[in-house]
């Protein structure tokens, strides 16, 4: 078990025996996903001695427990390349891109990270190792209509455009990348 405590493998068997249980349970017809209590689609928190309200994507808890991101890749996979520590996108090929709130999810290939680009509310791309700094390391997605990032997974971990945490257990802020635009190719420095 190299890599991993104690407790965070003893926290992951209990999570995963608590899900195969309810999961059990579903299939036998004990128990129904409707019985659910309804969900919180929104928060609220103390920043800089102001309440603010974090909104969550809306989410099945089975998405959440897997950790299936809302963000998806690319659907032309020839819109970007990556060489000398930068990530560069076509953005005549990556329509996904063109409104507030449009994301995409770059992995694999010589890619050293999973990279979250998306068009800001502010009209700005904003560029983040997509990597939640909570256990499990989940994927993350940006909340339509706010100014926030959140982890894809069940505690909600938040993030504004600066890579603070504001909302859930996540211990660290995450990795934000310098973005810049030249023409319809958006460049962001990974390294």
Not at 57 to 62: E, G, N, V
Request: aromatic share 8%.
């Amino acid at each position: 078990m190299r890599g991993i405590t104690r407790r965070a493998f003893l926290k992951v068997v209990t999570f995963m025996a608590a899900a195969l249980t309810v999961g059990r349970l579903v299939v036998s017809g004990k128990f129904s996903i409707r019985e659910l209590p309804k969900r919180a689609e929104a928060a609220t928190t103390q920043r800089r001695g102001k309440t603010m309200e974090i909104k969550f994507l809306k989410r099945s808890f089975f998405q959440r427990l897997l950790g299936k991101p809302a963000t998806s890749s690319p659907k032309n996979p020839d819109c970007w390349s990556y060489s000398d520590g930068k990530l560069s996108i076509d953005l005549k090929n990556a329509p996904e891109l063109e409104k507030p709130g449009g994301a995409l999810r770059f992995e694999g290939g010589d890619l050293p990270v999973r990279v979250l680009v998306f068009l800001g509310e502010d009209k700005k791309y904003h560029a983040f190792r997509n990597r939640c700094t909570h256990m499990g390391h989940r994927r993350l997605d940006p909340v339509p209509g706010t100014d926030t990032v959140q982890c894809c997974s069940i505690n909600k971990s938040t993030y504004d455009y600066e890579g603070r945490k504001i909302y859930g257990p996540a211990p660290e802020p995450i990795t934000n990348y310098a973005t810049t635009l030249d023409n319809n190719r958006l460049v962001v420095t990974i390294s």
